[in-house]
């Protein structure tokens, strides 16, 4: 007899975990390295968006790159958990895959923009919502006028919207600071929060 | 100008951390060793007790052995965290050494039996409570058993008693598996769960 077998069954109840923060702080390296680091123990969610392919970027790792069409028929068919317009395109994400990850019982790892998480939030309450900061506003600015990808006006854009999303690090669970150079403590930091969430003696599965 | 000073701040303020769970479970051992993991981070309690002096055992280490009059007077000047009777011996936590330890920036790890908890929990709402089991309730007798320091009428005492505590896990915030011969797998858990506590956007500082 285990006394304990439902807890045990707890334990293993599957997590969705989302990582967000502001523009430019590095959601995808860190949502990458997480997925690197424990490849059997986490799903990774493709975010659909209808932004230009960037170099080195592949379709279906990176992002379903959708043109407008197509991203507009999965809003009708209400495929999607979340989508906005961030910076003149859409983003979203395909419901079905993450009922999939959760049904073959790995922890879910989602990038989603900070509008994004509060509507995540709203459908699910009970997912792990981590807000990656950099060490200060300037250093995010930095890394964003770094990027290069961007016109004057987008960038100037970019960096205004960026200064709001963090004010809303309030409405998330946890933040964890990306420090240059550091980027696996970052990660560690994470892995402390999925593990941790797995011990919780309170627990419920998460559904769509 | 950082935009997250006052997270920062909130990222340091140092924890309370109680390991519980019933007795023989191996929180004493578990405990030592998240201190001789991270000496410099964690500051640990040492529990007042008239119970006697086991072998191998060290007056201030492992605990402060009193005189049944020495902890009367503890109790009198309402110098004890809490105070309770476990097996006809009185345990209690000396609150001042938490106040030091706390100021001293560092977290504090205390071990604190099951029935303690429920008190500590009144106090120290901010607490983490921390329930230590092992994999199945045969085992923790199995492990009472081996510990041959009581006499048959003790045991089965004890034994009785680990079965109703094993019933009060739902009380805690953690529930943490001490395995068999993995007794690292679980320290690294516990220090995963104090990690993650330090992430969390709301933090208050611990008061007594």
């Known amino acids: 007899m285990t006394i304990d077998k439902s807890w045990y069954e707890r ?5 969705l975990i989302l990582i967000s923060g502001p523009s430019g702080v590095g959601k995808d390296t860190i949502a990458r390295r997480l997925i690197e ?4 123990d986490f799903y990774f969610v493709v975010t659909a968006t209808t932004r230009p392919i960037r170099e080195g970027e592949v379709h ?19 495929e999607l958990l979340e989508y906005a317009v961030v910076y003149n395109d859409y983003k979203g994400i395909p419901k079905q895959q993450i009922r999939d990850a959760l049904a073959s019982g790995r922890d879910v790892i989602m990038r989603v923009d900070v509008q ?3 509507t995540v939030r709203k459908l699910v309450p009970n997912g792990i919502f981590v807000f990656l900061m950099t060490e200060t506003e300037e250093s995010l600015v930095r ?11 987008g960038l100037n854009l970019r960096i205004a919207a960026a200064r709001q999303e963090i004010r809303r690090m309030d409405e998330f669970d946890y933040c964890v600071v990306n420090h240059e150079g550091q ?6 930091e994470i892995l402390s929060i999925i593990d941790a969430a797995h011990c919780r003696v309170e627990q419920e599965p998460v559904t769509l």
């Open 11 to 15: 334990k293993h109840y599957p997590k």
């Open 37 to 40: 680091r424990r490849p059997d």
């Open 60 to 78: 279906g790792c990176d992002y379903f790159f959708l043109s407008n069409d197509e991203f507009a028929r999965m809003i009708e068919k209400n």
């Open 116 to 118: 994004g998480a509060a």
């Open 143 to 153: 890394r964003l006028r770094e990027r290069k990808s961007e016109t004057a006006e």
């Open 183 to 188: 980027q696996e403590a970052a990660v560690d």
